[in-house]
């Protein structure tokens, strides 16, 4: 599968980019909406489980190497514990 053609200021597949009215005669193919919504429904399905599955996962099981964590490769940016802490005295 080949990445599509950028745009050429000259006009040589311009079409491709041009934005238009949305609905079906926009979209190559003449895809329906029943389709698109169907993609999107998917795409949400995936996002959530990305969010709520993988993430917590890796922030539970995923432990790098010492020698990842001691050369900065991966870096802690928070702690709850101490974020806790913190907002206790607030």
């Not at 795409?43 to 995923?62: D, G």
Request: glycine share 8%; aromatic share 12%.
């Amino acid at each position: 599968m080949h990445p599509p053609p950028l745009p050429n200021p000259s006009g040589d597949n311009a079409d491709f980019y041009k934005r238009g009215v949305e609905g079906k005669g926009n979209i190559p193919g003449g895809v329906d909406d029943e389709l698109i919504s169907e993609a999107e429904n998917t795409w949400a399905q995936r996002e959530w489980s990305i969010q709520h599955v993988l993430f917590p996962s890796m922030r539970l099981f995923f432990k790098p190497p010492t020698s990842m964590a001691a050369n900065g490769t991966f870096v802690q940016v928070a702690s709850l514990e101490k974020l806790y802490k913190v907002f206790e005295r607030c």
